[in-house]
């Protein structure tokens, strides 16, 4: 019984633990795009299926099953001032599965030589997971140009 109790209790305090870093992740997610959306106005950025988009050029062409995707980008975490991709590049074929779900939605907007800020909350990213430098229940955002 004491076994059993002592099991009990130890995958309690885990859910309970897990369940309150994965709140204050959220609070500080809330917090940090409050912040970064201000100085932008309320009509920049367009939220679609819970990532933030905003194009500063909107291209003429979409993109249809198979075409050729280049995505010129840097990327940064918005609540810490980690930058993961400082500059880089991508190549695929539209729709671009190998992606994050958060780029998987934005690509379904965005057209040819769009460019733009792309921000993805953490569960359309990473989520939970460390991943290289990202911190667990980083908000990710990105400068890019799509092609």
């Known amino acids: 019984m004491k076994k059993s109790w002592f099991i009990f209790t130890v995958l309690t305090s885990l859910i309970f633990f897990a369940c309150s870093k994965e709140k204050d992740g959220r609070q500080a997610e809330e917090e940090a795009l409050e912040s970064f959306f201000k100085p932008y106005g309320d009509t920049c950025f367009v939220k679609y299926d819970g990532i933030y ?14 075409d050729s995707l280049i995505l010129n980008y840097s990327g940064r975490t918005l609540e810490n001032p980690v930058t993961f991709a400082p500059k880089a590049s991508v ?41 290289g430098v990202i911190e667990p229940f980083s908000t990710l955002v990105y400068n890019f140009s799509a092609q």
């Open 53 to 66: 988009l905003y194009l500063t050029t909107e291209g003429e062409e979409e993109y249809q099953d198979g």
């Open 91 to 131: 190549s695929t074929i539209y729709p671009g599965e190998d992606f994050i779900e958060g780029w998987k939605i934005a690509l379904k907007h965005i057209k040819k030589n769009s460019e733009g800020i792309l921000v993805v909350p953490y569960k359309k990213g990473y989520g939970k997971n460390r991943t």
